[in-house]
């Protein structure tokens, strides 16, 4: 299967920015709903943001409520990438970053693994102080 590829990850500074970005070669790209899901050491894979198609030209993106206001999760279909603009990072946010790519249309399964079949190997990110 396609794995999308992510990139960016790092050493990011407490407050400060950081972007990711993850390519994803699969078919029909602009019709895959994508998102970035993380997970910390000992702790559980959790959902940070996605974006899909509703429209032509017409994307969601949903977030979760913890990172609301400080990430932005975007999309270039002409280049197969999605990126994660993360803005004032925290040392807790401190984790492994994995891009996923899916069909799926209901938006509990978009919130959650169940809805992608592609998955990338993850890119880690640390904060420093």
């Known amino acids: 299967q396609v794995q999308p590829v992510e990139s960016g990850g790092g050493l990011a500074q407490a407050g400060g920015p950081l972007r990711l970005s993850c390519v994803a070669s699969?078919?029909?790209?602009?019709?895959?709903?994508m998102a970035w899901f993380r997970q910390a050491p000992g702790k559980e894979r959790e959902f940070v943001a996605r974006?899909?198609?509703?429209?032509?030209?017409?994307?969601?993106?949903g977030y979760a409520d913890s990172v609301k206001g400080r990430i932005t999760i975007s999309r270039h279909n002409a280049e197969n990438t999605v990126y994660l603009q993360m803005n004032s990072q925290r040392h807790e946010e401190a984790a492994g970053y994995y891009c996923?790519?899916?069909?799926?249309?209901?938006?509990?399964?978009?919130?959650?693994?169940?809805?992608?079949?592609?998955w990338g190997q993850g890119t880690q990110v640390t904060v420093s102080s």
């Open positions: 996923a790519a899916g069909l799926a249309r209901d938006a509990g399964l978009l919130q959650g693994a169940g809805g992608y079949t592609y």
């Open positions: 699969v078919g029909a790209f602009s019709m895959y709903s």
């Open positions: 974006i899909t198609r509703v429209a032509l030209g017409t994307y969601y993106a």
